[in-house]
């Protein structure tokens, strides 16, 4: 595994900041010093986060390069999806970017590779409910959600919920090395909790409200 449920939640949480920017870029929307300063913290403790990733966890800086090149396609994603909305419906949009998707996925050479190396005769009944979870209850269901809420709020206000992923992923982390699961406790260390709350810190200071 290239990176951790720790990192790649955190690293997430720099969407709202990218989408900022590239807001900026091709929305032409306007950046205050204060945002300017988010922006720069946060994406120096993305940095840091990654380059130090701890050969202890199940992180490395290669993986944590990956959630961060997600977290901007997510971005540029919010940013095109937006104007979408005026036109067609939701499900329609989402079908589309799925079906686009999966094209893709089809013909990437490394996927088809992965794709045949798969034995699914060993796959239980478990398994399946866990990948039926992974594609419909994380993936499909979460995009649509999205696109819906597009109808009424900006890209940015959107990637602001983001945030939640730290504090939900550090909960079920507990929870499952509770229940005797899967422990990512070795991902959780001094430098990941220092760089979560400087991307917290820049997180606010881009989204809070200009003193009047």
């Known amino acids: 595994m290239r990176t951790s449920p720790v990192n790649a939640s955190v690293i997430m949480v720099t969407t709202p900041i990218l989408v900022l920017i590239l807001s900026l870029i091709f929305l ?14 946060g994406a120096v403790a993305a940095v840091i986060l990654s380059l ?14 990956f959630i961060l090149l997600n977290a901007a396609s997510y971005g540029i994603y919010l ?7 005026s036109k067609y419906n939701a499900l329609t ?30 796959f239980s009944t478990t398994s399946y409910l866990k990948l039926t979870f992974v594609i419909v209850g994380v993936t499909f269901m979460p995009y649509l959600l999205m696109v819906y809420a597009m109808k009424t709020v900006s890209p940015y206000l959107a990637s602001v919920y983001i945030y939640l992923q730290p504090v939900l992923a550090g909960l079920f982390i507990y929870l499952y090395a509770a229940f ?9 260390n001094v430098l990941k909790v220092i760089c979560a709350g400087l991307i917290f810190l820049g997180v606010y200071l881009v989204i809070a409200p200009e003193s009047e």
């Open 28 to 41: 032409k929307e306007r950046i205050s010093r204060k945002q300017i300063a988010g922006v720069l913290i």
């Open 180 to 188: 005797g699961m899967e422990n990512y406790m070795s991902d959780l």
């Open 52 to 65: 130090n990733a701890s050969g202890q966890g199940s992180s490395t800086g290669i993986g944590d390069l």
């Open 93 to 122: 949009i989402i079908t589309w970017v799925f079906t686009f998707g999966l094209t893709v996925v089809l013909i990437w050479p490394s996927s088809l590779q992965e794709l045949n190396a798969i034995d699914w005769s060993l």
């Open 79 to 85: 940013i095109l999806v937006k104007p979408l909305m």
